[in-house]
């Protein structure tokens, strides 16, 4: 079973709209951690932003945010005014009592200049 | 800032050779992890290792695969015997605690 589900596979934009990458994970553990990478064409994983489950306070940075509702066991993440430098797969993954990582599939966000 | 670092970047070899992938963790990480990436699909786990031991492996990480921290600063992914589907880009990941694994740059590895 998919622990972690992206289900938009890809979002093309027009640069400075704003774009909402959806995940939604399933677990039973009480005390996890959820996670948002950024993967450029270059291929590397760059981390964007961690939260633990008992921490719903939603969170901003520069022109990222993130909306954390463990009602739907959704961690959201919004980029205001994109930028082609945007463009890349984002991969949102859990991380369990064993703290391996579970990704989802990842979503494919084009921004047009 | 200390990172993550992988050599090669890029490995390319023949169906049946042997080929050792190797990362260098952040110094002060005691938590080591191997994941691949099928070109176009998700990130998987591989293998987590810690203490010198692995501690926990995935179906992907049959007899073929193996791990190693030979010394105080390396730690290395092993295929013994490559086939074509091991093709992908393979990222290791080190974390210190209960703290955010970050990954190395990923070595692709082509097999003919």
């Known amino acids: 079973a998919q622990k972690v589900t992206q289900a938009q596979t890809e979002i093309s934009v027009v640069e400075k709209e704003d774009v909402t990458l959806d995940c939604v994970y399933e677990t039973r553990d009480t005390t996890y951690y959820l996670f948002w990478y950024k993967q450029p064409p270059s291929g590397e994983l760059v981390f964007l932003i961690r939260?633990?489950?008992?921490?719903?306070q939603n969170e901003i940075s520069g022109r990222y945010s993130w909306n954390f509702q463990k009602s739907t066991s959704s961690f959201n993440f919004t980029i205001t005014a994109s930028q082609v430098v945007d463009s890349a797969v984002y991969f949102c993954?859990?991380?369990?009592?064993?703290?391996?990582?579970?990704f989802g599939a990842g979503t494919t966000v084009t921004v047009r200049a | 800032e200390p990172e993550v670092t992988q050599t090669p970047s890029h490995q390319v070899t023949q169906m049946g050779q042997e080929v050792i992938l190797r990362c260098v963790p952040i110094s002060n990480h005691l938590y080591f992890y191997w994941y691949r990436q099928i070109l176009g699909q998700k990130v998987e786990f591989l293998v987590s290792f810690y203490n010198n031991e692995i501690s926990e492996k995935s179906e992907i990480f049959d007899d073929q695969f193996s791990v190693e921290r030979p010394d105080g600063s390396n730690f290395t992914l092993k295929i013994r015997s490559t086939k074509l589907e091991d093709s992908a880009m393979y990222f290791c990941?080190?974390?210190?605690?209960?703290?955010?694994?970050?990954f190395g740059p990923g070595t692709r590895l082509t097999v003919l």
């Open positions: 939260r633990n489950s008992f921490d719903e």
């Open positions: 993954a859990l991380s369990e009592s064993d703290y391996k990582l579970s």
């Open positions: 990941a080190s974390r210190r605690d209960a703290d955010t694994q970050y």
